[in-house]
């Protein structure tokens, strides 16, 4: 299927111009305050923001330029669609000023580049490219400042200038606007982060080497000779031997060596050779005894010719190479003996090492000739601390590992000065690890490891310290050195620090002092520690050795990289007190460690507690932009410009934003669409003026590593609940303030730094460092609402009842509230976690969990919060996993406060009986104990004295929680003193009052009389009781079934080994209407079938109560057997009436409650009725309540219809008339009444069709109107176990009346895909399409027409939804409707007809429009057009696959220009017939050639501007009753007649006849003569043309077509025209292919007829 995009794709590629007011490109008009006050007046239906969309651009702007502007202009810049232009030439800090910029093609920034930008705006339409990889050192090197106060309108280019209204969109003061155009900034490195932990302070070490994994087998060698000699062998003549003699297991042993290099030998294998990782580390381990016949061995005797594992290579140029890996020297203490030796090694050791070496292999050698040498246990692994953190960096400490703790084996980084005496890790009585100098040569011999050179810069100050024993039995002063080699040759020793007097039994002391590093270490090329003991050789012992930065702390190792000296950080909250983050800037950065040129508190690092790091975060960028009014800032906003992606990275926002002004934030996507591809990222939002980062009406889009300080209003902001898919990683808000001037509607006095009205959303490792309010808001309403109810793709999504996408590792502290579901209710179809969340030091609430239900908290941190965790009215609520602690110390949660300290508040009441309440598991609850500081005490957990009914209802339990340090566990105080009873809470010990564990239920005082065994909970207004029966193996599972609360009945449930009767409780609220309302029995049950039957209670008699649900509880542990889904047959025994679906719709019987109908919150009563008695809401609160009934779908079959009629009313709450417009969708202002439809499958909502009946127009307010609509039974509601019709719709305060309420099943006429295209049934089936635009019936052919009211744009009009069940693929359709046009007063317009594409004279069409608002024309108007009368719209279309394949299909009319009303009648799509014209076959392209039609349908001009008009003549050619003429005023030559063909009857190859009969005209009308000889010039003849086109209407190929006839052109005759055209590639490569009359001159006219265009 050919598609056709209604916008001109091409732009006119118009140069840059400096221009005054608007320009051809699209300039703005700058207001003044009379001039907005005037216009504001003068014309309402300006809109601020555009709401259609914007197509991306399609510019492709050439090499870029330099600036050619200069830099003063106090009029508008344009760049223009073919231009680039680059700043790379300002380097220098230069200003530059302009009267605005309007990017159509390209402005680049590269990275470099120095220059401030000031302009009262800036529009992108093409693409702004920014970038910068220098370090950041708070200077900005790009700025651009927005000035003015001014409102700017904003009137886009082609191909959007429809987008806006006539008068353009107001897009307010200092704006950057994106609409169509592109984004590409990135002013930080990929590798840079915006903030991070700091890993390590002053007196801290970080852990540079190490891995969580023990072992990584990457090179491993491990050989105990079991079986037998394997690789090895003896070296070069050497005699190797596998024995055990003198041995408990089998050995290598090499005899007969003759010189020192042979020894055992081993040939490493090329699979393992190439596993080596040349630079990592390796732990080398074996026995080794060494044996010389009548002697002692040089190793033993003087430390000399001990043995040494050696590498030898051959390189691959034959270079043989020989180089030690590891020496035992000083390891080795006796001959004949097996002693262990261990060291560790890295291969570069070997020097030019090679991964092609021909061969390598492993020797130990080195004792003199006649020792013996035997090994076994032979180990060669990578080492377990080999691995860098690559979180960690090098210079925070230059000595790892100073504890020992690294390994009981290995002492690495740390070595012995000299190879003779073993250093080794030794353990104490404690299992302290430390290192162990046993045997010591010299006073010199000593620990030692070299530092790394690359930290040791002039002026790093650096913190030692070391704690050091000795055995020595006098007092001895141990004296620590840096011997620091010079390059020239040659070293001196500087002294570090000196220990105090030590000796054998003083013990452990501590050495400590600061040192300064100077030039002359850092230009040492090797610097080594060692501990130096004057006069004295006694064993010593070190352990906590430090070596580490005094100053400042250290970061992610990347921000090392690129945060500078004098950028601006901050530094979060590290109290409760949202506002004390503090600001300061980077004295100095080494290696990422940071010193700061203000004392800050005390920053948390990651080695001290990881739970409670301080962030700390760049705010300075290198490119900025900012306001020149610090009180009132710019904004940037991406309008509707789907699938552009936009890149915005790195970008200090300083002081952005406008209080109170809607859709003026920092950043704003507003109705941006699919975002799929774009990031917002790494930038800096700092002093805003309202809000951080919106999103409304946009998806998947990644959000990331921001970080917003010292902002008004909301933060991170879901703007409608239409967003969805959208990533949010590692964000970071501090020190969001209330906002004082509110956007109507909105909540920014309470701010939340992260504020989610859309749930279906990922959220990983953000943090909320500091709010006035709180940290994260689920603020879930049941609809989609704000600018984003108007589109059409929204519309039946309800945000409350869709799932969390994801919730992990977020942090929120030092707000009011950590996290917080409030105030609607979020009622997810299924469990949604909250996975690792860590909330602490808020001063009211870590988590409050208000109104919905299906949450899991599952690990995570909860701390020094008054109060953790709060339920209220919540249901199916689990935590798991996680600690809550009371005061963990960070902040005094008491502060200030009366209430006591309470780790878990639970809820009384459920909202839903067919759910459980509050389930807590493995939960460690500690530090609530009689030291708090609060004057009310502490509890570790109570409930809540907040609830509806003082029935308790909310099932809970405790299973496997620990209380540590907590004085009240669980209190029922405050709830009971408040008169809540029966409450049961079932336990597995954990807080049982006696100390024992058996399971039982903590229970009020009212209901402990259930049990056999109570015990008294003291302090706790509780008891804990169990039952005493002896234990029974029988797994039972808990099961609920819920039936309708109007009328009383008994449930009996069994199966044929017993059974049961159970008396129902009802879900507590007080008011009896609400159609939540259940009677619910409760029950558990063994595994088996069972069956169930209601009984009621009045009549006695067994009937269907309407609907039951039926819902299993948790299934327990361990066992064969458990009752499942399906178990449970329920029982009809009454018939349906499949007749009326809808019982007491005339509201004639019963009463309110006890009739089938219910409230959906709101309350109801009787009122008189359009016959007798009708059925009325009593006071709604918000649009969505309204009344209800459930059912019954026991008739219910997949794939029928049911049609929904009722008579409708609407009065105001305080008995006034009231009315409302049928055109408007959504609930809400100006709605009537709509009927949805809602499936519930076990209390959860699976599926809801919204409007599935609508208050039918012309509304009459005061009057009962008609509703009506149909809907198709689909799977969700057959799988249901209710199925609702309710109505809803009008604004609160509006009450619903209805009568006469009916579904009842119907057939759908395929004949006709349009319903209701006569409009004798007013409006119904009809929608409006854009914001502001109306409906109203006006006269039309016969009866009535539609018209639009206050059409503001041109993707504005009607449409209605298509039911694809009647669409066939592959089935051609015949569309048509009578059209006619008008403005807003009713007065007739013209269009033009024969005009293609989309202009201002552009005429209604009616077209196919799909779920992503693509667009594809079906039917186009007739020419010539009736300005005065009625036109015929007119085509056929093929049913082809893709049409099946979107989602929402409408039919929808629109095109006409903004301002403009559609007037419509007798719109109607069928099937095609033999009657039908213009089906296009691959025997005839022309369609319509003849005009016998008697119109000029699917003829076309082409060209725009001035191209003329057609009108039929008679007599055509040949005696023929109609030929075309093509008169009026011509512009160009090639405006001629024009028809697209189908390229999918022109293979390549084919050859095509073309026909026609013509006559030439001058301009005064007289028949003229041409010449058919020339081809070009003076006198040519008209010639056909066959021509292809791009999508949106560029040319990719043309060829002329010469007349093969010869006759002489005959003046005053019909003359032949007859080629022959042969199809080719190139003309396929377009898009479409057209043929068109050319070579006419501009003035002359002229007639043809027979067109034709047939196959050869």
């Not at 290579?313 to 034959?318: A, E």
């Not at 039946?796 to 609607?824: A, C, M, Q, R, W």
């Not at 309708?1044 to 008994?1050: F, M, N």
Request: charged share 20%; with cysteine.
């Amino acid at each position: 299927m050919k598609l056709f995009v209604g916008l001109l794709a091409l732009i006119s590629g118009a140069e840059s111009k400096k221009v005054r007011g608007y320009s051809t490109a699209g300039a703005p008009t700058v207001l003044s305050d009379s001039q907005q006050q005037q216009q504001q007046q003068q014309d309402h239906r300006r809109t601020e923001i555009a709401s259609a969309s914007f197509l991306p651009s399609t510019c492709a702007p050439a090499t870029c330029a330099p600036w050619p502007h200069g830099t003063s202009s106090t009029e508008e810049i344009i760049v223009g669609c073919t231009e680039c232009f680059t700043m790379e030439g300002f380097t220098a800090g230069e200003e530059i000023t302009l009267g605005g910029l309007n990017i159509i093609g390209k402005l680049d920034f590269p990275s470099g580049t120095k220059v401030t930008v000031k302009t009262p705006y800036v529009f992108v339409q093409g693409e702004l490219a920014m970038s910068s990889d220098a370090v950041v050192d708070g200077e900005e090197d790009v700025k651009i400042v927005l000035t003015g106060s001014e409102d700017v309108m904003f009137k886009p280019s082609s191909p959007n200038t429809a987008a806006c209204p006539s008068g353009g969109c107001n897009v307010g003061s200092r704006p950057i606007v994106v609409a169509g155009g592109k984004m590409n900034i990135q002013g930080l490195p990929e590798s840079c982060p915006a903030w991070s932990y700091p890993h390590s302070s002053s007196g801290e070490v970080a852990n540079v080497y190490y891995s969580e994994s023990d072992t990584i087998a990457t090179f491993p060698i491990e050989d105990d000779f079991s079986n037998g000699i394997g690789e090895w062998s003896g070296y070069l003549g050497s005699i190797a031997e596998v024995t055990d003699v003198g041995h408990s297991s089998p050995y290598l042993h090499i005899t007969k060596r003759k010189a020192s290099f042979q020894g055992p030998f081993f040939d490493i294998p090329k699979t393992i050779w190439d596993s080596i990782a040349l630079e990592d580390l390796y732990e080398f381990s074996a026995l080794i005894k060494i044996s010389k016949e009548g002697g002692e061995s040089n190793c033993v005797s003087n430390g000399s010719n001990c043995p040494v594992l050696r590498m030898n290579r051959m390189s691959g140029g034959n270079d043989i190479t020989i180089r030690p890996l590891f020496d035992t020297t000083g390891q080795i203490s006796a001959d004949n003996e097996w002693t262990p030796v261990k060291g560790f090694f890295t291969f570069s050791t070997t020097g030019g090492m090679e991964m092609n070496d021909v061969f390598a292999a492993l020797t130990i050698n080195g004792p003199e000739v006649g020792v013996d040498i035997s090994i076994d246990d032979f180990q060669i692994a990578h080492a377990h601390y080999s691995n860098i953190d690559p979180n960690a960096n090098a210079c925070s400490t230059l000595m790892d590992n100073g504890d020992a703790s690294r390994s009981d084996s290995f002492t690495y980084p740390f070595r012995t000065w000299l190879k003779k005496d073993p250093l080794t890790v030794e353990k104490d009585d404690d299992g302290n690890n430390y290192f162990h100098l046993a045997k010591r040569s010299a006073p010199y011999s000593s620990i030692t490891l070299p530092l790394n050179t690359d930290c040791t810069v002039e002026g790093a100050t650096y913190s030692f310290s070391m704690k050091f024993r000795t055995a020595a039995t006098t007092g001895i002063e141990a004296r620590v050195l840096l011997k620091v080699h010079k390059e020239e040759g040659g070293h001196s020793f500087n002294m570090i620090a000196k220990c105090p007097k030590a000796k054998a039994e003083t013990g452990w002391v501590t050495c400590a002092a600061d040192f300064i590093f100077s030039a002359e270490h850092a230009a040492s090329p090797l610097i080594e520690f060692l501990v130096v003991t004057p006069q004295d050789s006694s064993p010593c012992d070190y352990d906590d050795l430090f070596f580490a930065s005094s100053a400042g702390v250290t970061l992610d190792k990347n921000a090392g990289s690129c945060w500078g000296a004098d950028a601006q950080v901050l530094i979060s909250s590290t109290s409760n007190d949202y506002s004390s983050s503090s600001v300061t800037s980077i004295a100095s950065m080494i290696d990422g460690t940071a010193t700061f040129s203000d004392s800050i508190a005390h920053a948390t690092t990651v080695e001290e507690d990881s739970n409670y790091a301080t962030e700390i975060a760049l705010l300075s960028r290198n490119i900025a932009f900012e306001s020149d009014d610090p009180a009132s800032g710019g904004h940037l906003i991406v309008l509707d410009s789907d699938t552009t992606q936009q890149t915005i990275e790195g970008v200090a926002f300083k002081g952005f934003g406008q209080e109170g002004v809607k859709n003026r934030y920092p950043i704003n996507f507003h109705l941006a669409g699919d975002a799929s591809g774009s990031s917002v990222s790494k930038n800096s939002i700092v002093d805003s003026h309202q809000r951080c980062l919106v999103l409304s009406g946009t998806e998947n889009m990644k959000i990331s590593q921001n970080v917003a300080y010292n902002t008004k209003g909301h933060c991170y902001v879901l703007q409608d609940g239409s967003e969805s898919g959208n990533t949010f990683d590692s964000n970071l808000g501090a020190v969001t303030r209330a906002a004082t001037a509110i956007i109507d509607g909105e909540t920014d006095h309470s701010p939340a730094t992260f504020f989610i009205t859309n749930p279906a959303n990922s959220f990983t490792g953000n943090v909320a460092a500091g709010s006035e309010d709180t940290g994260f808001w689920f603020d879930i309403e049941a609809a989609v609402k704000g600018d984003s109810a108007t589109v059409s793709k929204y519309t039946g999504i309800s945000p409350s009842e869709l799932l969390l996408t994801t919730f992990t590792d977020n942090v929120s502290h030092s707000n009011k509230i950590g996290l917080k579901t409030y105030p609607g209710e979020y009622t997810p179809p299924a469990p949604v976690t909250f996975s690792g969340t860590k909330v602490y030091s808020n001063t009211e609430t870590g988590i409050f969990l208000h109104h919905g239900k299906n949450f899991l908290i599952d690990g995570g941190v909860i701390s020094d919060n008054l109060l953790g965790i709060d339920v209220n009215l919540a249901d199916n609520i689990k935590i798991s996993n996680l600690e809550v602690n009371g005061a963990a110390g960070r902040s005094d949660p008491c502060e200030g406060a009366a209430d006591p300290l309470i780790g878990i508040r639970l809820g009384a009441n459920l909202k839903d009986s067919t759910l459980s309440g509050t389930t807590l598991s493995a939960v460690t609850i500690k530090n609530f104990n009689a030291d708090t500081t609060c004057t009310a005490g502490a509890l570790g957990t109570n409930m809540n004295s907040v609830f509806d009914s003082s029935t308790f209802s909310a099932t809970s339990s405790f299973t496997g929680v620990s209380f540590l340090d907590v004085a009240s566990k669980f209190s029922l105080c405050s709830a009971t003193e408040k008169g809540l009873k029966g409450v049961k809470i079932a336990d597995n010990g954990s807080l049982n009052p006696t100390g024992s564990m058996y399971d039982g239920f903590v229970v009020s005082d009212d209901v402990a009389g259930e049990f056999a065994i109570c015990e008294p909970m003291p302090e706790a207004c509780a008891q804990y009781c169990a039952d005493d029966t002896e234990a029974d193996t029988t797994c039972y599972r808990p099961v609920t079934l819920s039936v309708p609360s109007d009328v009383s009945y008994e449930l009996e449930i069994g199966n044929d080994i017993s059974s049961q009767k159970i008396t129902a409780t009802t879900t507590a609220n007080s008011e009896p209407t609400w159609w939540k309302n259940r009677n619910s029995f409760s029950v558990s049950l063994p595994a088996g079938s069972y069956t169930a039957s209601f009984t009621n209670s009045e009549t006695l008699a067994r009937e269907w109560p309407g609907f039951v649900e039926v819902v299993l509880g948790d299934a327990p542990a361990d066992c064969a057997a458990v009752l499942e889904e399906g178990d449970i047959n329920v029982e009809s025994p009454t018939e349906a009436s499949c007749t009326e679906l809808v019982s007491n719709g005339d509201f004639e019987t019963g009463t309110i409650g006890a009739n089938g109908w219910y409230d959906t919150g709101c309350g109801s009563k009787n009122v008189t009725g359009f016959a007798g008695t009708a059925l009325s809401t009593n006071g709604r609160d918000n649009q969505y309540q309204g009344l209800a009934q459930h059912l019954d779908t026991r008739c219910m079959q997949a794939g029928s219809i049911y049609k929904i009629t009722a008579k409708v009313k609407i009065t105001a709450a305080d008995g006034s008339v009231a009315s409302c417009d049928p055109a408007v969708t959504t609930a809400g202002d100006n709605a009537c009444i709509r009927a949805n439809v809602k499936s519930n499958l076990k209390g959860e909502m699976t599926a809801v069709e919204l409007s599935a009946a609508s208050t039918v127009a012309p509304f009459t307010a005061g009057a009962w109107n008609d509703l009506y609509g149909t809907f198709t039974v689909t799977e969700h509601m057959i799988a249901a176990d209710n199925v609702v019709l309710y109505f809803d719709g009008p604004a609160s305060g509006i009450d619903i009346e209805i009568d006469n309420v009916s579904v009842v099943e119907t057939t759908v006429d395929c004949s006709n895909l349009i319903f209701n295209g006569d409009f004798s049934q007013g409006t119904n089936g009809w929608k409006t399409i854009g914001p502001n635009t109306g409906l109203k019936l006006v006269d039309g052919v016969e009866g009535q027409a539609l018209s639009t009211v206050q059409r503001e744009q041109w993707a504005h009009g009607m449409a209605q939804d298509a039911n694809k069940e009647c669409l066939v693929e592959g089935q051609e359709y015949e569309v048509s409707m009578d059209v006619m046009m008008t403005d807003y007063a009713g007065n007739p317009l013209t269009c033009d007809p024969f005009n293609y594409y989309f202009t201002q004279n552009a005429c209604p069409t009616l077209a196919m429009r799909f779920t992503h608002h693509t667009t594809y024309d079906i039917a186009k108007p007739i020419g010539p057009w009736n300005a005065t009368g009625w036109n015929k719209v007119y085509g056929t279309f093929r049913a082809e696959p893709e049409i099946f394949e979107e989602g929402l299909l409408e039919f929808y009319v629109a095109r006409a220009w903004s301002g403009k009303n559609e007037v419509v009648d007798n719109v109607s799509i069928k099937p095609v017939t033999a009657n039908s014209y213009g089906l296009r076959t691959c025997d005839q392209l022309i369609i319509n050639g003849d005009a016998e039609i008697g119109d000029a349908r699917y003829w076309f001009i082409k060209g725009s501007g001035q191209t003329g008009d057609l009108k039929l003549v008679s007599p055509g050619a040949n005696g023929s009753k109609y030929a075309f003429h093509h008169y009026g005023t011509r512009e160009k030559l090639f405006n001629g007649m024009w028809q697209k063909l189908d390229q999918d009857c022109m293979p390549v190859g084919s050859l095509w006849k073309i026909t026609f009969n013509i006559k030439l005209l001058d301009p005064e009308g007289n028949e003229a003569m041409c010449d058919k000889t020339i081809r070009h010039g003076a006198g040519v003849c008209p010639q056909a043309f066959v021509q292809s086109h791009l999508k949106g209407g560029g040319v990719v190929n043309s060829l002329p077509l010469k007349n093969a006839n010869t006759d002489a052109w005959a003046t005053g005759q019909w003359n032949a025209y007859e080629v022959t055209f042969k199809m080719e590639q190139k003309f396929l490569d377009g898009f479409e292919t057209w043929w068109f009359i050319h070579q006419v001159k501009p003035g002359w006219t002229y007639m043809v007829d027979d067109i034709s265009m047939v196959p050869l």
